[in-house]
């Protein structure tokens, strides 16, 4: 007699933190790409949602009385923040990419349950959370291939400009 058995018939030792590692890796082209597109200001994004998730995730696990060493070391946090900001635009302000990142992981992952107890992806419910509230903002791609310096993309992202005025020239 034979024994049946069921898929998957190849076990791998995956861990949370193994499969969001290699999700982030998946990532890179991706980033390597939009930062060839629209500049290296994806950089400064990612940075920022990145601080943003990990300091979110860190106060919900104090509020919750959660272990925060397994939790903030997992790299759920960082995957959300990395998905934010590869979809909001490249010249979104800051606070928006930190609003949304905090939405995402206070309010889309932990007010849930926390990583896997989630109905909804918490990257996509921030974009769809911040498009409907600054749904200009959140619409404002530049044209791909425009070489905006990146000093300029970033005193664009953080509210400051190096021209004389961020306003167009008024017609005669």
């Known amino acids: 007699m034979s024994t049946l058995s069921t898929p998957p018939y190849l076990l791998m030792n995956a861990s949370v933190q193994r499969v969001m590692l290699q999700v982030l890796a998946a990532l890179i082209p991706g980033i390597a790409a939009y930062a060839w597109l629209f500049g290296p200001i994806i950089l400064v994004q990612l940075a920022i949602a990145t601080v943003t998730a990990l300091a979110g995730e860190a106060l919900m696990l ?37 609003a949304g990142t905090l939405f995402a992981i206070v309010v889309a992952k932990h007010l849930y349950g926390g990583l896997g107890q989630n109905p909804f992806n918490p990257a996509m419910i921030a974009f769809a959370v911040c498009i409907v509230s600054f749904p200009a903002l959140m619409s404002q791609w530049p044209a791909v291939g425009l070489k905006v310096g990146f000093l300029d993309q970033v005193g664009i992202v953080f509210g400051t400009f190096r021209a004389s005025t961020p306003l167009p020239a008024r017609p005669r």
Request: cysteine-free; proline content about 11%; hydrophobic content about 60%.
């Open 62 to 98: 104090k509020l919750r009385d959660k272990p925060m060493s397994l939790f903030l070391t997992d790299g759920s946090a960082v995957v959300t923040a990395w998905l934010i900001a590869l979809t909001f635009p490249p010249l979104a302000p800051w606070w928006l990419v930190v």
